[in-house]
């Protein structure tokens, strides 16, 4: 299982970027694909799941602002972000876990707003 994390990059406060997770041999449709961030000297994060049921769940942080989805067609996964806030920089990652064998993660997308 591969999975490719893209679309970060440098917004001002109150912006939007939209994340996007490309997932190659699994399909989306049928497994958890969780959204992670890592700040700089911070614990990694869980920020966003969405359940092969379309069960969505979110950090209180974000709640009410960032948005997961899934395209089954695209095989991808997406994390719409708005109203971003400075606290939110960080390298996202996106995971998927396989019982019995491990979680794997994509490389991570930076996300950078300011102030």
């Known amino acids: 299982v591969q999975l490719q994390a893209s679309g970060g990059g440098l917004v001002p406060a109150g912006g939007s970027l939209r994340l996007s997770c490309v997932v190659s041999?699994?399909?989306?449709?049928?497994?958890?694909i969780n959204w992670y961030r890592q700040a700089p000297e911070k614990a990694r994060e869980l920020v966003a799941t969405?359940?092969?049921?379309?069960?969505?769940n979110y950090a209180d942080s974000v709640k009410g602002r960032f948005t997961i989805s899934r395209d089954n067609a695209k095989n991808t996964v997406y994390l719409q972000m708005n109203s971003l806030k400075p606290e939110d920089t960080a390298v996202y990652y996106c995971?998927?876990?396989?019982?019995?064998?491990?979680?794997?993660w994509g490389q991570g997308t930076l996300v950078t707003v300011s102030s």
């Open positions: 041999g699994s399909r989306v449709s049928i497994v958890t």
């Open positions: 969405i359940t092969s049921g379309d069960s969505t």
């Open positions: 995971s998927t876990r396989r019982v019995g064998v491990g979680t794997y």
